[in-house]
């Protein structure tokens, strides 16, 4: 499975973005994905997750302002940022895994198998 990020870029505060993971090879409408970004000096955080098997779950720092989405028939993920914030400023990275995760672990790093390369994100004042 290969997983190709885009959309990234730079926006001022209050300003919006979707990013875009298109997935090619080995991959069914019943794989959990999700978005995590990383900022420099820190350790890469869950942002959001979609599942067909339960409700989209976000981290509390993005609720209200992200929606995550995908489209089956295009075989990609989306992630819709409104109201950014300069603390939203980081690399974010598409996740996805053959089949489905249990709802407690879909926030976690490692229950991801295939992720992106990663799209800069950079909102300024």
């Known amino acids: 499975v290969q997983l190709q990020?885009?959309?990234g870029g730079s926006v001022q505060v209050g300003g919006s973005l979707r990013l875009s993971c298109?997935?090619?090879?080995?991959?069914?409408?019943?794989d959990d994905m999700a978005w995590f970004r990383q900022a420099p000096g820190?350790?890469?955080?869950?942002?959001?997750a979609i599942s067909m098997f339960s409700s989209n779950?976000?981290?509390?720092?993005?609720?209200?302002?992200?929606?995550i989405s995908r489209d089956n028939a295009k075989?990609?993920?989306?992630?819709q940022m409104n109201s950014l914030k300069p603390e939203d400023t980081a690399v974010y990275y598409c996740a996805r895994r053959n089949g489905r995760i249990v709802?407690?672990?879909?926030?976690r790093v490692?229950?991801?198998e295939y992720w992106g390369?990663?799209?800069q994100v950079t909102v300024s004042s």
Not at 57 to 67: D, L, N, Q
Not at 75 to 79: A, E, G, P, S
């Open 57 to 67: 779950m976000y981290a509390e720092s993005v609720k209200g302002r992200f929606t």
């Open 22 to 30: 298109a997935a090619s090879g080995r991959t069914s409408s019943g």
């Open 110 to 112: 490692e229950s991801y």
């Open 5 to 7: 990020a885009s959309g």
């Open 117 to 119: 390369q990663g799209t």
């Open 103 to 107: 709802t407690s672990s879909r926030n």
């Open 42 to 48: 820190k350790e890469r955080e869950f942002v959001a």
């Open 75 to 79: 075989n990609t993920m989306y992630l």
